[in-house]
């Protein structure tokens, strides 16, 4: 583990500490185009996520479910470029003071070449990676890098993983662990599993400092709801239709009306966004 202090767990901790927990807010860039992906990021900022997820478009989407399929495939038809990435990160960056990282499937970093994002991300004021597809066995290069560059590194658990793998993730993730709710794809369900409860007791018997969950969660309750046990809530396909169908203001009143299952129960709702 680095000495770097973690961007990403500072604002965590600092959401705990005013609310009942953190709001990762997911957004693809370049959708639908990558103007209006930065605008919205800036957007989901001033409105209360706490950190922002920004992903990178790929062509097999594996965990994608069809809403943000549908949009990244928009962000790679109208000419989405790895480059645009950076750029997005730097230019939210200069707008807010929330911290931005990179969803990315790992092939698109391979080809790139690990140190030059790694080092292009830094340079952007990004936080770090989250990686869905690739294990902490298998990402040495990854894991060197980031310590020296001081970048969060989020890997995910799931309920199907033995304690011993849970232990590697918390060992080796900084920023966060990705708690994913289900086995399934991302896209919202009426009922969050109870796995994801279940999952996040497991992996703080293995010693997570924090765990956010994702997949599957789109209204204010199920944030509370997940809240109430673990420190951050993470929502992408909400976000995503709200953008994609009304545009960034529809999608900043989502965004404020989903941040309220973030306030501790029985609190007053702040004045106006937290920014």
Not at 227 to 255: K, M, N, P, Q, S
Request: net charge negative.
């Amino acid at each position: 583990m680095s000495a770097h202090a973690s961007q990403v767990a500072t604002a965590i901790r600092a959401a705990k500490q005013e609310r009942a927990g953190a709001l990762v807010g997911y957004l693809p860039v370049g959708f639908p185009d990558l103007d209006t992906s930065v605008e919205a990021a800036i957007a989901m900022a001033r409105n209360g996520v706490d950190v922002l997820e920004l992903g990178l478009p790929y062509s097999d989407p594996v965990m994608d479910g069809a809403v943000i399929q549908e949009a990244t495939q928009t962000a790679l038809a109208q000419g989405f470029r790895v480059s645009d990435v950076f750029e997005a990160v730097r230019r939210v960056r200069e707008a807010v003071d929330v911290p931005v990282l990179v969803m990315t499937y790992w092939n698109p970093v391979l080809q790139y070449g690990v140190e030059r994002f790694a080092t292009q991300l830094v340079e952007a004021g990004g936080a770090g990676l989250i990686t869905p597809d690739i294990t902490p066995e298998a990402a040495p290069e990854w894991i060197e890098t980031s310590d020296r560059l001081g970048l969060d590194r989020v890997f995910l658990a799931a309920p199907s993983s033995s304690d011993a793998r849970l232990r590697l993730v918390v060992e080796q993730s900084r920023g966060f662990v990705y708690t994913v709710s289900t086995m399934g794809i991302t896209g919202e369900r009426a009922q969050l599993d109870a796995a994801a409860r279940a999952l996040t007791a497991r992996l703080r018997e293995q010693g997570v400092d924090l765990a956010c969950v994702g997949i599957g969660l789109s209204t204010a309750q199920q944030v509370a709801d997940a809240l109430g046990y673990a420190d951050g809530a993470i929502v992408g396909t909400a976000f995503v239709r709200a953008l994609r169908d009304g545009g960034v203001e529809r999608l900043a009143e989502v965004v404020r009306d989903i941040a309220a299952g973030a306030q501790r129960s029985g609190d007053a709702v702040a004045e106006g966004p937290s920014l």
